[in-house]
Antibody, heavy 122, light 106 residues
Framework: EVQLVESGGGFVQPGGSLRLSCAASGVTFRNYAMSWVRQAPGKGLEWVSTINGGGGNTYFADSVRGRFAISRDNSKNTLFLQMNNLSGEDTAIYYC???????????????WGQGTLVTVSS | IQMTQSPSSLSASIGDRVTLTCRASQNITKYLNWIQQRPAKAPKVLIYAASNLQTGVPSRFSGSGSGTDFTLTISNLQPGDFATYYCQQTYSTPPAFGGGTKVEIK
């Protein structure tokens, strides 16, 4: 069974940094693109970033581009999100999600972690 | 691509049939997923590519549509179905989500 476990969330002051991790098990990690999706308190889902299986291609939402970096360590089945220059608008639960691509095109996020809460406040 | 869901919330009773709609701002062919999020839980995909049921999801859930207009129908509403439902397009990056429809107990 695929399991994704996020860690690294917490309380940080505006302008600060935080590094999130997502440990994967039950899956051949290197074969799959992985994404981060966040959810601000009481709000909807917002895609943040995606990295392909090999780690060579990365994609970011406009709201985080230039401040966040996504990476992965396939030898340790772990996904990371380095978040810099944080602001209150980044306060959210951050979920990691495994991507699944279809032969006919398109994709979905077929497995999600339970999330880790990031709170940015002075 | 912008995704718009309607209604933003609805009230229904156990056993009811409800229909949720999602509209894309441009043609996304069939690349539309439906995601359920129960309170304080992680999201879970129900339907992928507009009409394909994810493994393990009850057949009470069905999806249809293509192009810009899509629907999620839940038949015989059960207690565990009271949740927020999001549509998500994966035709292009960013894979945008709709604002969600909250299904509440009447």
């Amino acid at each position: 069974e695929v399991q994704l476990v996020e860690s690294g969330g917490g309380f940080v002051q505006p302008g600060g940094s935080l590094r999130l991790s997502c440990a994967a098990s039950g899956v051949t990690f290197r074969n799959y693109a992985m994404s981060w999706v966040r959810q601000a308190p009481g709000k909807g889902l917002e895609w943040v970033s995606t990295i392909n299986g090999g780690g060579g291609n990365t994609y970011f939402a406009d709201s985080v581009r230039g401040r966040f970096a996504i990476s992965r360590d396939n030898s340790k089945n772990t996904l990371f999100l380095q978040m810099n220059n944080l602001s209150g608008e980044d306060t959210a639960i951050y979920y990691c999600a495994k991507e699944r691509f279809f032969d006919s095109g398109g994709r979905d996020f077929d497995f999600w972690g339970q999330g880790t809460l990031v709170t940015v406040s002075s | 691509i912008q995704m718009t869901q309607s209604p933003s919330s609805l009230s229904a009773s156990i056993g009811d049939r409800v229909t949720l709609t999602c509209r894309a701002s441009q043609n996304i062919t069939k690349y539309l997923n439906w995601i359920q999020q129960r309170p304080a839980k992680a999201p879970k995909v129900l339907i992928y590519a507009a009409s394909n049921l994810q493994t393990g999801v009850p057949s009470r859930f069905s999806g249809s549509g293509s192009g810009t207009d899509f629907t999620l129908t839940i038949s015989n509403l059960q207690p565990g179905d009271f949740a927020t439902y999001y549509c998500q397009q994966t035709y292009s990056t960013p894979p945008a989500f709709g604002g969600g429809t909250k299904v509440e107990i009447k």
